[in-house]
Nanobody, 124 residues
Framework: VQLQASGGGLVQAGGSLRLSCAAS????????MGWFRQTPGKEREFVAG????????FYGDSVKGRFLVSRGTASILVYLSMNSLKPEDTAVYFC??????????????????WGQGTQVTVSS
């Protein structure tokens, strides 16, 4: 599968953005989709994920109550709606697909495919 994240940009604190993750290729047996973010010098951080079989969603502690992950239709696999954005949300955001079953959706190494990332910048 090939993934492409889009929808990033510059927004003021308190604003909103919606990221999209488009996919092409094999998607019928995806186990989970995740959103991650990374800033320079830091490890990639789990933001949100959705278990494909049950549509159960999970969130990182820093975004709970502000971000919403949802499944898309057609070529857009998953969305990340980000509300009440804070300057500390500034990062490159990646979507990722996982086929291996079992366990938590948060660990980075469990994902086999990654999109190229989209920059989100939140100004204070």
């Amino acid at each position: 599968v090939q993934l492409q994240a889009s929808g990033g940009g510059l927004v003021q604190a308190g604003g909103s953005l919606r990221l999209s993750c488009a996919a092409s290729g094999r998607t019928f047996d995806i186990y989970g989709m995740g959103w991650f973010r990374q800033t320079p010098g830091k490890e990639r951080e789990f933001v949100a994920g959705v278990h494909w079989g049950t549509s159960t969603v999970f969130y990182g502690d820093s975004v709970k109550g502000r971000f919403l992950v949802s499944r898309g239709t057609a070529s857009i696999l998953v969305y990340l709606s980000m509300n009440s954005l804070k300057p500390e949300d500034t990062a490159v955001y990646f979507c990722a697909a996982r086929y291996g079953a079992g366990g938590s959706l948060s660990p980075v190494p469990t994902y086999e495919y990654w999109g190229q990332g989209t920059q989100v910048t939140v100004s204070s």
